[in-house]
């Protein structure tokens, strides 16, 4: 019995310490699409910004939106991808190196995708100490310090999920970063919508999120050469 246990012990750390399989790039020859748009109804909530210092570079005292909803209602700037996706499409070439610059005493953009294991350049455009922190969940993911302007650090993305980024010289400073599994993503436009291509026949878990209302998750099935037409609303939950 106790060689059981030691074996079962085994196995466990074993499961805890061996890496996910990746992710692997097929010929998708009768994919389906997925579209839609996000809308967010209601009241657009805002938070108060209250620079502390720099002001000269960061500005005054102002409201920002939490939501960022067009005329139509549609949400701009939410992920929308698929989860466990073991085969599909190409990842698409970046055309530029994938950046985060702190600028103006904010982060630019606010929200991306990268595929996980990327590299990311993190650039300070102020005159100003900026130092970058990133964090999947509670566990800090990069630790930046940028104390000169015109600095330009690397750092690669190694886990997949959602990064929260703020900067702990200046607390308000925040943005979000999705390190992808699979090139199954998008990111909503100004009117809310979102196309995601080439998906292999299958049934899937999509995941739309936005930083204030959090995840949705929908079920959805693809069938060959199929379009799909997906109207979602995001709600914050109680």
Known sequence: MR????GIGVLVVLASVLPVQSYQEVVVADGGTISGKVIYQGAVPTRKIIPTKDRDVCGGIRDEARVVVGPDK????AFVYLQDVAQGKAWAQAEDPYELNN????????VQVIPVKSELDIINSDPVLHNTHGFL???TVFNVALP???MRIKKRLRRPGIVRVECDAHGWMLSWIY????????VTTADGTFTITDVPPGTYTLVAWQEYTGALEIPVT???KEVIELPIELKKAN
């Open 148 to 150: 000169d302007q015109g």
């Open 74 to 77: 549609g949400v701009h700037g």
């Open 179 to 186: 390190a992808a599994e699979n090139p199954y993503y998008a």
């Open 3 to 6: 060689c059981l246990r030691i």
């Open 103 to 110: 600028e103006q005493c904010k982060f630019w953009p606010h």
């Open 222 to 224: 693809v069938s060959e």
């Open 137 to 139: 969940g509670r566990r």
